[in-house]
């Protein structure tokens, strides 16, 4: 079984353990808070504890770190995880330039190490649906994907709704498009804290002339948390709230125009949900980290996809501070 350090135990912290105890060896908890360490050692008694990392570190036997502290922290931490040899698992984002970012996948590179950032709905069995749909071209070219990510939620004082709640978005709409940005715009404003958007537009733009727009907001009446693909001959639905069809597809789409009076006509067609599985995707993606840790596929491939969607954030955030008043 792979060691493993769990590093930052708070709420999501204490999630990614549940289910790396169930998949590895957890021999390390760590937390700069002692008291957090402490409460969340009765459950784990045969792992050590520390508030120290470079404890964590120091150890040889550790093969794997899992870092889940607060976002500024991550770039760090990770960065001397690999250089200490260690495979990496850290939460989203990894780093919040895209410089960083190229530096921990050039370091996990040359040290052969894993480095795997925790974008969670690319695990999520929906999602993969979803992407086998665009690839297999029934939905015909893809036009535009936007995202809804709202609800009266949890309010951040210190990350805006970008870094908080678009990153998920951002992650799944650059896996299904496949392309980077060419132009990016973010609208928003911070009305409860001074510089901390509760409430982002995003546009995107790609080269292929696909278009992308996210609406992200903790201030909102309405708990959203969907993704809508329209294709120029079918359209289909993520939808996270819906506890069975979380894909629909509907075979909606314009129609040419007649040849005789050149007007567009629609089809609505039928509307269908595959059976997509119900399996955790926190679990599939702890299980997809520990697979790379033993070899098994490319340990890069998730850093690489996900250098991208720093760079994306880095790109609208720089828009959205240009627009701020
Ligand atoms: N993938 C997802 O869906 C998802 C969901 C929630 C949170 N997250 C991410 O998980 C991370 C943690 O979020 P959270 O809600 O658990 O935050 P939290 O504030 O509840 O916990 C963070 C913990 O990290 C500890 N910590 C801070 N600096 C540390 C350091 N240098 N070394 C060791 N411990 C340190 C803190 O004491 C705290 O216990 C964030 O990056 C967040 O974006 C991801």
Request: glycine share 6%; charged share 25%; aromatic share 8%.
């Amino acid at each position: 079984m792979i060691r493993l350090a769990q590093v930052g135990l708070g709420q999501w912290g204490k999630k990614l353990l549940r289910n790396f105890d169930a998949l590895a060896e957890v021999v390390w908890l760590c937390d700069v808070d002692e008291e957090r360490c402490t409460e969340v050692m009765q459950q784990y008694p045969s792992a050590r504890m520390t508030a120290t990392f470079d404890e964590v570190l120091a150890d040889g036997t550790v093969e794997a770190v899992a870092i889940a502290t607060p976002v500024p922290t991550h770039y760090e931490l990770a960065r001397r995880a690999l250089e200490a040899g260690k495979h990496v698992f850290v939460e989203k984002p990894p780093a919040m330039r895209g410089a960083e970012m190229e530096e921990l996948c050039e370091l996990a590179e040359e040290r052969g190490r894993v480095l795997m950032p925790g974008h969670l709905l690319l695990y999520h069995p929906a999602v993969r649906a979803l992407k086998e749909i665009v690839d297999s071209g029934d939905l015909g070219d893809v036009l535009c994907i936007y995202g809804n990510r709202q609800n009266l939620g949890t309010i951040r004082t210190h990350e805006n709704a970008l870094w908080s709640l678009g990153v998920h978005d951002l992650s799944v709409l650059l896996f299904l498009i496949d392309e980077e940005p060419s132009e990016v715009w973010a609208h928003g404003h911070a009305f409860l804290n001074p510089r901390v958007e509760d409430i982002v537009f995003c546009y995107l733009r790609f080269p292929s002339g696909k278009i992308a727009h996210l609406h992200l907001s903790w201030l909102d009446p309405h708990k959203i948390r969907r993704i809508t693909v329209v294709g120029r001959d079918k359209m289909a639905v993520f939808d996270d709230m819906e506890p069975e069809r979380k894909v629909t597809v509907y075979d909606k789409a314009p129609e040419e125009p007649t040849t005789t009076y050149g007007e567009w006509k629609t089809r609505t067609g039928d509307i269908y949900s595959p059976k997509v599985p119900t399996t955790e995707p926190l679990r599939l993606e702890c299980e997809h980290f520990l697979r790379l840790v033993t070899g098994d596929g490319d340990p890069l491939q998730a850093a690489r996809d996900g250098l991208v969607v720093v760079r994306a954030l880095e790109q609208l955030q720089a828009s959205l501070e240009t627009v701020r008043v």
